[in-house]
């Protein structure tokens, strides 16, 4: 996939709609695991995390990286393999059992002092351990706190009433130095009721801009037989990187072509 070239230039909207009052419960989610309805599973690991791999690592090895709502992310097993430790948490016990078990990996269970009911997967090797409980559930008093998340198919699947909730946690789970790569979606939410959910950039500044450096990565059109289904004429995925920094003064950087970055990337410069 090629960056910018073919993306279509959309003016992004801050409304996202109908969409502000969908909730999806968690219920839903296991039916989903349960039916096989995980579209949003991917067997290869993103491109976007291969290609911004630096970003996330800036350099550093021996990482602590976070995936919020992980399922069975395949990313998880090739960051464990160049020797990070990766934390990951997920509703559905069934996803993360799939994770070991496709990956053939060994793995104890255990439950987890401070929440009830939750249960932690840790692989035998020790370097990835996967909570199966409510994102809500955790704090850094539990999963202490992480050098990187990787955000992919997470702030856009939580319920658009719970982004503020989501990303306090979020913020209080980043190391200083912590780098947050996120992968977010823009489409017409008038046209798709979600999840994935549209969330506007601007709103995504307003979630993380106080505290974060805001890096927009990447824009490229994922448009594909599948969003066609949904009724939309366009999507795409927007690659975004969120370095915690304290300073009082944060830049924000635009990377890629700027003449077609200012036309549909609304991100201040
Ligand atoms: N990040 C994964 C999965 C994305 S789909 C990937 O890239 O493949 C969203 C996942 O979040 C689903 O597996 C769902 O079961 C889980 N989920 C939804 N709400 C959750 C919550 N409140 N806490 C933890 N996991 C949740």
Not at 8 to 32: A, F, M, N
Not at 236 to 255: M, P, Q, V
Request: hydrophobic share 35%.
């Amino acid at each position: 996939m090629d960056s910018f070239t073919d993306v279509p230039r959309i003016k992004e909207s801050s409304d996202i709609g109908q969409q502000q009052c969908r909730v999806v419960t968690e219920e839903e989610w296991l039916q989903k695991w349960q039916m096989r309805n995980i579209g949003f599973h991917k067997e290869q690991v993103h491109w976007i995390l291969r290609k911004y791999l630096d970003v996330l690592l800036n350099g550093r090895s021996g990482l602590r990286i976070f995936f919020p709502l992980c399922g069975k992310a395949v990313e998880m097993k090739w960051l464990a393999d160049m020797g990070h430790c990766v934390v990951g948490v997920e509703l559905s016990e069934c996803a993360l059992k799939e994770f070991f078990t496709e990956h053939n990996l060994s793995y104890s269970e255990e439950p987890v002092p401070g929440i009830s009911g939750a249960k932690v997967f840790k692989s035998t090797s020790g370097n990835i351990s996967l909570y199966c409980c409510s994102i809500y559930d955790l704090s850094s008093t539990i999963a202490g706190r992480f050098d990187g998340i990787w955000d992919r198919g997470s702030l856009v699947a939580i319920n658009p009433c719970d982004r503020e909730r989501y990303a306090n946690l979020m913020l209080s789970l980043m190391e200083g130095s912590c780098c947050y790569l996120l992968v977010s979606v823009l489409y017409d939410p008038n046209k798709h009721k979600g999840p994935p959910f549209y969330v506007p950039d601007s709103e995504i500044k307003s979630l993380f801009g106080k505290v974060c450096e805001i890096k927009c990565l990447e824009k490229v059109d994922d448009f594909s037989d599948q969003h066609k289904a949904w009724g939309l004429d366009y999507f795409l995925e927007r690659a975004g990187d969120y370095s915690k920094c304290f300073e009082t003064e944060h830049t924000i950087s635009i990377y890629g072509k700027a003449s077609d970055v200012t036309q549909s990337c609304d991100c201040p410069m």
